[in-house]
């Protein structure tokens, strides 16, 4: 059975930074994409950036030059480094791993980020 566990969350003051963790386990096939999204109160989850196994990367336009995302293969972990925090940023954000083979994607349960002075 595929888990995949988000850490690294928290409160932060605005302009201050956090780094997300993710680990995807349980899998026979390696993982395709992985990536992060993002759900704030009342509005719709939304990609914020996500990685494939090349390195190849895609980002929101509004975390350009804030955010990066990193991961490394060899442990099917991905990361999220978020500088310059706002708090448009605030939302609970969730890890996704695509399943190589099946191109099943899985979700973390979330983590919680809130940017408040």
């Known amino acids: 059975q595929v888990h995949v566990v988000e850490s690294g969350g928290g409160l932060v003051q605005p302009g201050g930074s956090l780094r997300l963790s993710c680990a995807a386990s349980?899998?026979?096939?390696?993982?395709?994409?992985m990536g992060w999204y993002r759900q704030a109160p009342g509005k719709q989850r939304e990609l914020v950036a996500d990685?494939?196994?090349?390195?190849?990367?895609n980002y929101a336009d509004s975390v350009k030059g804030r955010f990066t995302i990193s991961r490394d293969n060899a442990k099917n972990t991905v990361y999220l480094q978020m500088n310059s925090l706002k708090p448009e940023d605030t939302a609970v954000y969730y890890c996704s791993a695509v399943q190589l083979g099946t191109l099943q994607r899985y979700w973390g349960q979330g983590t919680q980020v809130t940017v408040s002075s």
């Open positions: 990685i494939i196994s090349n390195g190849m990367t």
């Open positions: 349980g899998s026979i096939f390696s993982f395709g994409a």
